[in-house]
T-cell receptor, first 114, second 114 residues
Framework: AQTVTQSQPEMSVQEAETVTLSCTYDTSENNYYLFWYKQPPSRQMILVIRQEAYKQQNATENRFSVNFQKAAKSFSLKISDSQLGDTAMYFCAFLETSGSRLTFGEGTQLTVNP | AAGVIQSPRHLIKEKRETATLKCYPIPRHDTVYWYQQGPGQDPQFLISFYEKMQSDKGSIPDRFSAQQFSDYHSELNMSSLELGDSALYFC?????????????FGPGTRLLVL
């Protein structure tokens, strides 16, 4: 079974600064997808960014980018120019290419301070 | 863009009662997933449906059942409710096979069992 680990339960950053959230995973699969979802206080689950394992290029979405290291099974999220609205719980998630269930990490609570 | 719709958004039930949660996927999405998120926890996969057939089953109690209908909406039926069933229940949907496997989440149904 796949496992996803987020070793930082809480993090904080000053507005306009950059922060990196860590995620590692364990799998024997070669093809899979990785995602970052954010869950603000409203508790809505919002997709932030996704990465296909077969793609070597790191995904980017505006201020959000990932550092995908397949051999190390690491998938970190970098948030640039942090904004107050980025305050949320961030979940890293794994999906087998042939599967349907997302496996989530424990989450990292990010607080952006003014 | 249209999103996943869940109803009701909030539900309060007594122990041993039954509850039905409804999910309407994004138009043209044919796969539906159900997740349960307890307080302070990450979402846990319950069950999924593809083209009205159960495609995967996770940690769903025997007291729960679900189905997907011909219009692709899905219902999660929960019987003999227990206090521990109090949680946020998410439905997610994804596009037809061959397209993106990204799961898009609805706003969730908050169930409180008293």
């Amino acid at each position: 079974a796949q496992t996803v680990t987020q070793s930082q339960p809480e993090m904080s950053v000053q507005e306009a600064e950059t922060v990196t959230l860590s995620c590692t995973y364990d799998t024997s699969e070669n093809n899979y997808y990785l995602f970052w979802y954010k869950q603000p206080p409203s508790r809505q689950m919002i997709l932030v960014i996704r990465q296909e394992a077969y793609k070597q290029q790191n995904a980017t979405e505006n201020r959000f980018s990932v550092n995908f290291q397949k051999a190390a099974k690491s998938f970190s999220l970098k948030i640039s120019d942090s904004q107050l609205g980025d305050t949320a719980m961030y979940f890293c998630a794994f999906l087998e290419t042939s599967g349907s269930r997302l496996t989530f990490g424990e989450g990292t609570q990010l607080t952006v301070n003014p | 863009a249209a999103g996943v719709i869940q109803s009701p958004r909030h539900l309060i039930k007594e122990k041993r009662e039954t509850a039905t949660l409804k999910c309407y996927p994004i138009p043209r999405h044919d796969t539906v997933y159900w997740y349960q998120q307890g307080p302070g926890q990450d979402p846990q996969f319950l069950i999924s449906f593809y083209e009205k057939m159960q495609s995967d089953k996770g940690s769903i109690p025997d007291r729960f059942s679900a189905q997907q209908f011909s219009d692709y909406h899905s219902e999660l039926n929960m019987s003999s409710l227990e206090l521990g069933d109090s949680a946020l229940y998410f439905c997610a949907s994804s596009a037809p096979k061959g397209q993106s496997k990204t799961q898009y989440f609805g706003p969730g149904t908050r169930l409180l069992v008293l």
